[in-house]
């Protein structure tokens, strides 16, 4: 039964393809996501033409090649380069810099600037927990002295730096980069070496943090020559990217390839969701009617395990009764210990398994060793301990002919201890009883495949389907994009006092935890596919408040910096943003359950910050929003309509929990507001950003609560107005946010989209929108805030925002029950 079940299932899998052959259809591939840690992703086209990749940036190598009667084609993975040491960064040595956080005199890039009244301090410089020197203004200048005894070894000078937010250096004076807009990680730029000087040299850099955290951090690299012997390359015919799988088609000479990662991420079965463990499954067959030797191979750097790759790590080589096991994890295991935005877990391990029915064989090397290890003659020890080690696995596939032949390997992570709760350790969702094994998992996982594929293959097909009918192809294309990348800034945990936490990374942009006006663009997603995840995300702000370790009448921005949900640390509260979104997410959550038991059981807490809302919320004070990136601003008429909104939500609960005359008293408050909005920021033909500020504007977001719950607070008219601006201002990929910059939040823009009078101006506000993600020169995990004239990334990636893409879907969803 499970042979047959298993034939179906990879017959199915190559006929789901949404998109035509060779085109792109994603900024970056997902091809492991589970959560903010065990993230892996591919930033070309081609598989095999890119190093794969944390979201981060940092390499996280996965390398695939397939033997064909002898020869090797590769089609998974570029061997990360290898860099020998000129001057460190602060991933390998710490190292010393003069320092000011004033804007210095005269020539301070110079050799012989006297630097006297700077300090002097250690790297790693930022705003995380672990730097040592501690950098939280805007601007930071630093000079590094350092020698260089000769440069005729240097194969080809490599600057190493990492930055945030806009950078500009120079070395001996003389300006050498610069940029506007974050770093990836540590980035690689060409440099001449014989702009270095036998003797002393100087490199400074100027960096500004305009936003979110902050580092700072250089060092110089020579580009090894590379040791492998150049394969022969796959040719890949095609690449689709579904809502839980990523598929490639490749012709190796005279066999198929059929590749498919497999991340179960099925939001109504929390069991599933939480064990970290992706499906890589080979499908082979001969495509000439012969027979022919085909064996394939599959290495995983140790890199998954650590945050720099300088930390040793011990892997080990066992087995269980059913499967073959590779294991990896740092000698330190400094659980928890580490807390910030850029960085990558360092505690637990990686695994990589294979069924005994596979019968693969597995061996550990170095990174560098491993495919010519795979070519030459494989390794037979059991424990190996060093850095940058590789995990490999050999799956033999015999004589295949043209009736295919499908395997599958498991790459899984055991965090041993997920995340930091008001200083209680959590485990995962998976091992919350502390009683499961990894090994168990990895078992059940393997057990479960036939089952698990025919479940996502079918989920796939539903949701591509309903948001085809919601909104179109294009939509649903962004949808597909949307959702692992969504799911995968999250873990799931259970809460000492028994209940769901779907806590959220606020990654590339503070890496702050449970951030309120995170939760609130990503909440679409997970009110559509299971509602308690939903429930999950507020449950920690509101024993934040209602445990009285928060004593303000107004909600959290977040619960600390990731994995440290322990309180707060954000710079600033955002009183009518979070305590706006609190509301109106609850009255989702009703909308989405059908009872208001949840509202019942915080309404006390609601009953505070609707007040709150009720007298600072019309017309906002200068304060912050979720746009912090934007800077305050006073008068925010966004900000308006989302305490108007919410107020009308509380009025809405109120009513459904049969409180007739506080719902009819909120109501009034809230249809009052409405009015005098509409004369503060009417402006002929469009409606302002602040009140009584004519010729501006901003998209005006939050208006589509009022349409998806059916509060009816405000008119029509006020909806075509806005739609109509928004058509005739909008530029190549997409609508502005406002009128202070060209650039856009996408988010925002499928909800503006939303409320959009007809589905042909729904169309024309996304269509933009699908057209970035698409032709983006930046290959990164798709960044949710970007250029609306040149498509590039402004700043933020891989974040669980883009879970708000499915606001057409779910605003359609909450009509038809009605």
């Not at 925010?636 to 459904?656: E, F, R, T, W």
């Not at 601006?725 to 650039?743: A, E, H, M, V």
Request: net charge positive.
């Amino acid at each position: 039964m499970k042979r047959n079940l298993l034939s179906g299932i990879v017959v199915l899998l190559s006929t789901i393809q949404y998109a035509v052959a060779q085109d792109r259809k994603a900024p970056s591939y997902p091809l492991i996501t589970h959560n903010t840690y065990f993230s892996v992703w591919s930033n070309s086209d081609k598989l095999a033409e890119s190093t794969t990749t944390h979201w981060t940036g940092a390499d996280q190598s996965l390398i695939g090649i397939i033997n064909v009667d002898g020869t090797d084609y590769r089609f998974l993975g570029k061997d990360a380069e290898q860099y020998r040491t000129v001057l460190p960064a602060s991933d390998e040595k710490d190292y010393t810099v003069k320092y000011t956080f004033t804007k210095p005199e005269g020539d301070w890039t110079a050799s012989n600037y006297a630097a006297t009244s700077w300090r002097e301090g250690s790297s790693p410089i930022g705003d995380a927990r672990t730097d040592k020197t501690k950098w939280r203004t805007k601007d930071i200048w630093v000079r590094r002295v350092f020698n260089i005894t000769q440069t005729d070894d240097i194969n080809k000078l490599f600057l190493k730096l990492s930055w945030d937010d806009d950078v500009e250096v120079t070395l001996n004076g003389k300006s050498l980069f610069d940029r506007v807009g974050v770093s990836k990680g540590f980035e690689m730029i060409a440099m001449d070496k014989d702009r270095l000087k036998i003797g002393e040299n100087i490199i400074t850099m100027h960096v500004v943090n305009t936003g979110g955290g902050a580092r700072a951090d250089i060092g110089l690299v020579d580009k090894e020559k590379p040791t492998t012997k150049a394969l022969e390359v796959a040719d890949q015919k095609s690449v689709s990217v579904t809502a839980t799988q990523t598929i490639y088609s490749f012709k190796a000479g005279k066999v198929d390839l059929d590749l498919t990662f497999t991340s179960p991420l099925l939001l109504a079965d929390l069991n599933l969701l939480s064990r970290p463990v992706t499906y890589i499954t080979y499908r082979v067959k001969a495509n000439d009617g012969k027979t022919h030797n085909v064996k394939v191979f599959f290495s995983a750097s140790t890199d998954l395990a650590v945050d720099q790759p300088k930390q040793p790590v011990t892997a080990t080589k066992y087995s269980t009764a059913a499967l073959s096991i590779l294991k990896a994890g740092t000698d330190e295991q400094a659980i928890l210990k580490k807390a910030g935005d850029g960085v990558r877990i360092d505690w637990g391990y990686m695994y990589v398994a294979a069924p005994k029915a596979v019968n693969a064989t597995q061996f550990i090397t170095t990174e560098k060793e491993a495919v010519n290890a795979f070519r030459t003659g494989v390794a037979s020890n059991t424990v190996f301990k060093g850095t940058k080690l590789a995990l490999n696995t050999i799956i033999p596939f015999g004589k295949v002919g043209a009736t295919s032949v499908a395997k599958f390997i498991e790459v899984g992570y055991d965090d041993i201890y997920a995340m930091q709760y008001f200083n209680t350790n959590l485990r995962a969702w998976w091992n919350n009883s502390g009683k499961e094994t990894f090994e168990g998992q990895l078992t059940k996982a393997a057990a479960d495949y036939p089952v698990t594929l025919q479940r996502c293959v079918a989920f796939n097909k539903t949701m591509y389907a309903d948001a085809v009918k919601a909104g179109g192809k294009d939509y649903a294309e962004l949808c597909v994009l949307a959702y692992r990348q969504s799911i995968a800034a999250h873990i799931l945990v259970k809460s000492p006092q028994g209940e769901i936490l779907w806590f959220s990374k606020e990654n590339f942009s503070g890496g702050f935890v449970n951030t309120v006006d995170v939760t609130y663009p990503s909440a679409p997603l997970y009110l559509i596919y299971n509602p308690k995840l939903m429930e999950g995300m507020l449950n920690g702000i509101f024993y934040f408040s209602e445990s009285g370790k928060y004593g303000r009448n107004y909600a959290a921005h977040d619960l600390g910096t990731y994995p440290h949900a322990n309180g707060q640390t954000y710079g600033e509260g955002m009183p009518v943003e979070e305590s706006g979104n609190m509301i109106i997410l609850t009255a989702a959550i009703a909308n989405a359950e059908g009872n208001p038991s949840y509202a019942k059981k915080h309404w006390k807490t609601l009953s505070t910050w609707v007040n709150y809302l009720t007298t600072e919320g019309f017309d906002p004070a200068n304060q912050l929003c979720t746009d912090d990136f934007a800077g305050h601003l006073a008068r925010n008429a966004n900000l308006s309509v989302k305490a108007i909104v919410g107020i009308g939500c509380y009025a809405q609960l109120a009513d459904a929990l049969g409180d007739k005359a506080t719902a009819t008293k909120y109501r009034a408050i809230a249809k009052d507001m409405v009015g005098r909005w509409m004369k503060l920021a009417g402006d002929k033909d469009h409606y302002t950003l602040t009140f009584e500020n004519p010729g501006t504007w901003s998209q005006k977001y939050n208006l589509v609560w009022d349409k998806v719950l059916k509060l009816n607070l405000f008119p029509q008219s006020v909806y075509d107005t806005e739609t109509k601006y928004y058509i005739s201002i909008q530029n190549k990929y997409g609508l502005p946010l406002d009128s202070r910059k060209d650039y856009t939040k996408s988010d925002w823009i499928l909800w503006t989209a939303t409320f959009a009078p007809t589905r042909a101006e729904f169309n024309q506000l996304v269509d933009p929108v699908y057209k970035y993600a698409l032709e983006t020169p930046t290959r990164v995990p798709l960044s949710d805030w970007h250029d609306t004239k040149s498509g590039k990334q402004t700043g933020f990636q891989a974040r669980s925002v883009v879970g708000g893409y499915f606001m057409k879907l779910l605003h359609d969803k909450t009509l038809a029950k009605k």
